[in-house]
C-alpha cells in the first residue's frame, strides 16, 4: 500500500535555528514528490515536485531533496512568517488512480522571534 | 480567475440533510481534485476528473458521495443524508495537467450537527 510517514509531527524552533523535516515514503512506483505549506484556514500552497533520487530544489530559506525513500526539507536561518503545517505527498506511477497524490498528515512548524 | 474558488467557505447542517459543495477551477486547468481534511489527518483524495475522461471516483467513502463537473469547468460535490463523521474541510484543487503541482482552494468547512 502507498503511504506517507512525515516526522517530527510538531516541531518549535528559534529564529535562526536551521533544521529540517522528513518524508518517508512506500510507493510502488514513484512519479514525483510534493511539497505544500499550509497556513491555518487555507488551502495548500505550492512549493516544490521532485521527480528523481538526487534531485534538489530550492525557494527562498527552503530546500527539498528526495532520495529512494525519503524526502527532506530544509530550512535555513527560519523566520517567524515560516510558521506554517508542511505537507508532503507522492504520486504513484502506477496505481488505480493515477493523478491523484497521497498526503502525509504534515508536520506543523512554529517559529519564535 | 486568479485562483481556485471554493464556496461556500463555511457550511452548517443537520444531520441528514444534503449539501452541494461548488469548486470554480483556474481557466485553461483540465484536472481537478477534490480532497477532505478532518481534524489531525491527512488529506483524503476523493475524486479526479481529467478533461472528458470519465473520473476517477476511487476515494469517495461511500455511495451518499457524488460529484460532477460541468462544462469541463466548474464542479459540485454533493453529500446527500449527511452524518457528523463528514465533518471536515473539503479541499478542491486544480492543474493544467495531472502531475504538475497544484493549486488549491481554501475550502469548505462542513459541519454537520
Known amino acids: 500500500e502507498d503511504q506517507v510517514t512525515q516526522s517530527p509531527e510538531a516541531l518549535r524552533l528559534q529564529e535562526g535555528e536551521s533544521s529540517s523535516l522528513n518524508c518517508s515514503y512506500t510507493v510502488s512506483g514513484l512519479r514525483g514528490l510534493f511539497w505544500y505549506r499550509q497556513d491555518p484556514g487555507k488551502g495548500p500552497e505550492f512549493l516544490f515536485t521532485l521527480y528523481s533520487a538526487g534531485e534538489e530544489k530550492e525557494k527562498e530559506r527552503l530546500k527539498a531533496t528526495l532520495t529512494k525513500k525519503e524526502s527532506f526539507l530544509h530550512i535555513t536561518a527560519p523566520k517567524p512568517e515560516d510558521s506554517a503545517t508542511y505537507l508532503c505527498?507522492?504520486?504513484?506511477?502506477?496505481?488505480?488512480?493515477?493523478?491523484?497524490?497521497?498526503f502525509g498528515k504534515g508536520t506543523k512548524l512554529s517559529v519564535k522571534p | 480567475g486568479a485562483g481556485v474558488s471554493q464556496s461556500p467557505s463555511n457550511k452548517v447542517t443537520e444531520k441528514g440533510k444534503d449539501v452541494e459543495l461548488r469548486c470554480d477551477p483556474i481557466?485553461?486547468?483540465?484536472?481537478l481534485y477534490w480532497y477532505r481534511q478532518s481534524l489531525g489527518q491527512g488529506l483524503e483524495f476523493l475524486i479526479y476528473f481529467q478533461g472528458n475522461s470519465a473520473p476517477d471516483k476511487s476515494g469517495l467513502p461511500s455511495d451518499r458521495f457524488s460529484a460532477e463537473r460541468t462544462g469541463g469547468s466548474v464542479s459540485t460535490l454533493t453529500i446527500q443524508r449527511t452524518q457528523q463523521e463528514d465533518s471536515a474541510v473539503y479541499l478542491c484543487?486544480?492543474?493544467?495537467?495531472?502531475?504538475?503541482?497544484?493549486?488549491f482552494g481554501s475550502g469548505t468547512r462542513l459541519t454537520v450537527v
Open positions: 505527498a507522492v504520486q504513484a506511477v502506477y496505481g488505480g488512480s493515477q493523478g491523484n497524490l497521497i
Open positions: 484543487a486544480s492543474s493544467p495537467v495531472p502531475d504538475y503541482g497544484y493549486t
Open positions: 481557466s485553461g486547468h483540465t484536472a
